[in-house]
Structures are given as C-alpha cells and as structure tokens.
C-alpha cells in the first residue's frame, strides 16, 4: 500500500455503526480510517456530503403547527448559490451609494500626483475627483485587501465614496481581486436578510424585513431559527431572556439542550427553613443547624417513634448557580422537566414503544415529545421572569389560566411518558400541543 502523509490527530469521526473516522491529505484526497488500516477514496469528499445529508432528515417541528405564530419559510440555498447572490447584492449596493452616477467610473489626466507629487497619468472617481497616479492606486488598493477594509472607500481625506469592484479589478492582479470579493461575501452573508442554517449547512435568504410577530425562520431540513439572535427558536422567550437563562445553566454545567443529571442532589427539607440536608449515615433523627428537629424520612417533628419510619422523602435538588435568574422553585419544575427527556428516559420510552411499530413512527413520536418538554420548560421560565414571583393571587387572570394550562400539559406529558399503546400516545401529543398554542397565546399577552 502506499504511504500517506496525513496528520491523524485531526480526524473526524463519521456517523456510522461501527464508527469511522476520516482525515484527508495534502491533496485533499479523503482518507477512512478504520480497525488501525487507512482507505483512501477515491471520491474525495463525496462520502462526507453522503453523510452529512443522511445525518440532517426532516423532521416535524411543533411550531410548525402552532397557530399563534407567524412564520418565515424561505428556500435554503447551498453555499455556491449563496455566495454568488451575496456578491451580486454586494456589487450592486456599491453601485448605489456613489453620490453621483455617471457613465465612466473613473476620471483621468495629467497632472500631479496628490500623494507622491509626481507629474504624469492620474486616475480619480468620477463621484468624487481625487486624483493620484496608478502606482499610488495599487499601493492603496492592495494595502485595503491586505487589511480587509470592507467596502473600500476612497483614499481622500474624510472621503466617503466606496471604490467599485471594476475599479479595484483595473489596479490589482486577479488573485486579490478573487481575495477583495471573498470579503465582501463574508461581509454580505453577515447581514440580517442571510441566515445560516446550522443543521443541514445551508443559507437562508430573507427577502422581507423582520417584524415582531415572525420571528422564526423554518429551514427546509425542518430547523427552526430565530431571527433576532440567530440561534435556534426559543418561543414564548424573548432573545434576552433566553439568553439570561441558558447563561444560568452553562454556569449550572448544563446547557439547554445538553440534559445534564450530574448536578443534582439527594436529600430533604428542613421544613422550618428549607434548608437541603443529605444524609450519609446513621439514624433518622435530623437536627438542623436552624435548631429544628424532625424525622429525616417523613419530614415530621421527631417525637423519638420515628427510627423504623419507612416513609422516603428525599427529593432531587438542582444545584444551581444563578438563583438571581430563576426562582429555585421554578427551577426544579424545569429540572423535572429535563429528567423527561434525558438521554436514559428517552432509551426507554422507545424500547417500550418500539414493538411492532417502524422505527421511524417511534422516533417521530419522541421527537415531538421532546419538543412539547422544551416548550413547556421555556414557557415555565418566561412567566417568572414576566412577572418576578412564583405565586400569584385570584387578581392575575393570565398567570392563573397559565397556572390552569401548565397542570393539564404536565397531566398529559407524563400520561405520554408511561403509555404503551402509539396511538394513544399520538392523540395525547396531539392534546398537549393544542395546549401549548394556548399557552403561548397567553404568554404574548404578558
């Protein structure tokens, strides 16, 4: 076999059974390594785009269904294509800011030059009239590519005219032009009317200007997007308030999406102070440092009959750094929420789902699951930021049909959780996602 110079400190695995990792070649040629042996494919790449495109299936996103949203569905587009409409709006937003339009782009003469004052051949924009030799253009002209000046302006002093692309082609060699373009693409694709769609890899080209009532953007690969901050949907939250409480779990080692159990504890409430009490041996009889006694496994004042109590109330408790965010009550309804859907909880509903039903019914079923958790979570999150407490009295009319809503979504999410049978589960998801449309129809009114 041939010798292959490849660095495998960089491979990367592939999604496949049993894993494959790949690296590539100063050639660019791809490399499989599998078992210890190298394959070079002969291919290139194309195995990578294969993989990639199987990896991002469609698949159904409840706010697609959810009637008191207002959403985007614009065409996603491959990078090329991107690309090349990107320039294309680049070159002609160019076009229009020259504040005067004329038939020739530049203006020349001879006369002294206004940099190096050397007498000869002066080139100036016509929108503008200043003049300097050819040899100063390319100096400036080159220097702005190598320092990424984007759009190029002209080297007058407080002048503001953008340099045109025919203009920068007409003073440098093609590879910098190529270079000068790359940039503008980059810049271009930045804008809010582009968005990149981080699962299937492709741009979405907005062609309205956002509005507050559609914020989400939905791919053709079944991803959802915000369009204020860009990242994955995140209704009824606003982008602020999102951001506050995933910057809570992170500090927590958590993310939103990660579903993380290690930082959690085991114990009980002292029921005089609340304060979280572990034990790691010894009787029942707890005397906590606020002075109050009762029984570690029923939590009632200890009246010395409480050694054989074979009550359990120990509880999980978030530990959590960010309280100042998220009232810790609200937070172990979301922690609860979070078990729900962990990795283990999920295995196990789809072992018990799985017999005589394709797999892709089942993973349909948990992907909306899923989902409706999320939601509920993040609808949790934003009425205790809307209104700053936990309880509320008769007067909050919305918070208490919020409060009556929640109990009926919880009923019929953990009614899904331990149901067998698909079709029963299908119209309880069904159920629950009519509610979340409620829901959030009350949240936009907070």
């Keep these: 076999m041939d010798h292959l110079d490849i660095d495998v400190s960089n491979a990367k695995s592939l999604p496949t059974v049993p894993p494959l990792f790949s ?4 050639d660019g040629d791809l490399v499989i390594i599998r078992n210890g042996e190298f394959f070079s494919n002969p291919k290139g790449r194309e195995v990578v785009e294969e993989t990639r495109k199987k990896d991002a299936d469609p698949k159904k996103n409840i706010f697609c ?3 008191t949203l207002c959403l985007e569905r614009p065409q996603a587009v491959e990078p090329s294509a991107a690309e090349k409409l990107a320039l294309k709006l680049a070159t002609e937003e160019i076009e229009s800011k020259r504040s005067i339009q004329t038939e020739s782009e530049t203006l020349q003469v001879e006369k002294e030059c206004g940099i190096c004052t050397e007498e000869g051949f002066q080139v100036a924009l016509s929108s503008c009239g200043h003049f300097s030799c050819v040899q100063c253009w390319t100096s400036y002209v080159t220097h702005a590519i190598h320092d990424n000046r984007v759009p190029m302006r002209c080297f007058g002093e407080k002048c503001l005219e ?10 440098v060699h093609q590879e910098l032009v190529r270079r000068y373009e790359k940039q503008l693409v980059n810049r271009r694709l930045l804008q809010d009317d582009f968005l ?4 299937c890899e492709k741009f979405l080209f907005l062609a309205t200007s956002p509005t507050a009532s559609s914020r989400i953007v939905i791919c053709d690969c079944g991803a959802s997007w915000c369009r204020g901050c860009r990242e994955e949907a995140h209704e009824p939250l606003s982008c602020e308030n999102m951001r506050k409480y995933e910057d809570m779990l992170q ?3 958590q993310s939103f999406h990660n579903v993380s159990l290690a930082h959690v504890a085991n114990g009980v409430k002292c029921p005089k102070c609340a304060g979280l009490i572990d034990r790691t041996t010894g009787c029942n009889h707890m005397e906590c440092i606020c002075g109050y006694e009762f029984c ?4 009632e004042p200890f009246a010395g009959s409480h050694y054989d109590c074979g009550t359990d109330a120990r509880e999980d408790f978030a ?6 965010t998220v009232h810790l009550g609200v937070f172990q309804k979301c922690i609860l929420l979070r078990r729900k859907r962990s990795a283990d909880s999920l295995l196990e509903m789809q072992r018990r789902l799985e017999k005589g039903v394709s797999a892709e019914k089942v993973k349909a079923l948990l992907d909306r699951f899923q989902q409706l958790l999320e939601f509920l979570e993040r609808a949790l999150v934003h009425r205790f930021l809307s209104y700053g407490r936990v309880r509320f009295k008769s007067g909050h009319f919305l918070a208490q049909q919020f409060g009556s809503l929640e109990d009926r979504l919880q009923f019929l999410l953990n009614r899904s959780e331990v149901e067998k049978g698909v079709s029963k589960m299908e119209a309880m998801l069904g159920s629950a996602l009519r509610i979340c449309d409620s829901l959030n129809e009350r949240c936009m009114r907070m």
């Design 196 to 199: 990149f769609c981080k699962r």
């Design 162 to 171: 953008v340099i045109p692309v025919p203009v920068v082609q007409s003073f």
């Design 296 to 299: 570690y496994a029923c939590r």
């Design 251 to 253: 500090r927590s080692g």
């Design 65 to 67: 269904e959810m009637k």
């Design 319 to 324: 530990l959590i750094d960010g309280a100042e």
């Design 23 to 26: 690296a590539a070649t100063p």
